[in-house]
């Protein structure tokens, strides 16, 4: 088994961040540092540490959906001793954020110890659409609206193909639901800025076929089976 994917599925981060924990040379097997991608192991004879304590594959499979308050980090380790996403969430068990929400975003977010799950939702190739609800400044025209949906270039990177649409006018302010395929940084924030409209506020309502429904700010469920069922298919 590869080290990143040993590392997703025992919770210890989604296999992208695994990646980054084993180049940054934090991962040793059988007390050495690894670097290498694709490293692989043997699950039942090999040791594998992280920041040296020891990893070992977690018994049962967690899934959370949290609406998630503005003014929380979404990463499980902070230097500057803000709020958390993973401190909201009490279960007995290593868990971590299925992509991310940037401090000021507020919706839905899944927690899981699941790696594979987390790469079916985070992987650009499974496309699996993120529907925002977004207060921007001003109201877009046709050709803003067009340009948004045929893709935008965004410093190094041009944006897939996305959907807008205005919901609600508000003077000089309009309310817009925005679906997106991809999950880079702050992309939906950098959208709406490359038009000439940023966000004045920013909620996630919807991941693929999972949506937030009447859960308040700050609460958590477990997934539905039905809605692990779903993600599984992808």
Not at 3 to 32: H, P, Y
Not at 87 to 97: A, E, G, H, Q, T
Not at 146 to 154: A, C, E, M, S
Request: include cysteine; proline fraction near 4%.
């Amino acid at each position: 088994m590869r080290l990143q994917k040993f590392l997703a599925d025992c919770g210890v981060a989604s296999r992208r961040k695994s990646e980054k924990l084993i180049s940054s040379g934090r991962v040793k097997v059988n007390g050495k540092t690894v670097t290498k991608m694709g490293f692989k192991i043997n699950p039942k004879i090999d040791s594998v540490c992280v920041d040296n304590k020891n990893i070992t594959p977690e018994g049962r499979k967690v899934y959370i959906l949290l609406h998630k308050p503005k003014g929380y980090i979404t990463t499980v380790r902070e230097q500057f001793n803000r709020k958390k996403v993973v401190d909201l969430v009490d279960v007995p068990y290593r868990i971590f954020p299925v992509g991310r929400l940037d401090y000021n975003t507020s919706g839905l977010l899944i927690l899981t110890n699941d790696g594979e799950l987390t790469y079916k939702l985070t992987h650009p190739k499974f496309e699996v659409p993120k529907v925002y609800i977004a207060r921007i400044k001003g109201i877009p025209d046709r050709k803003d609206l067009d340009n948004f949906k045929r893709g935008l270039k965004i410093e190094n990177y041009v944006t897939a193909p996305a959907g807008i649409k205005i919901l609600k006018k508000f003077g000089n302010d309009c309310l817009v639901e925005i679906t997106i395929k991809e999950g880079k940084n702050r992309q939906v924030r950098k959208m709406c800025n490359a038009i000439g409209h940023p966000v004045l506020e920013l909620k996630r309502i919807k991941i693929g076929k999972i949506g937030i429904g009447n859960l308040e700010v700050g609460n958590w469920r477990y997934l539905t089976g039905q809605e692990i069922e779903y993600i599984s298919r992808l």
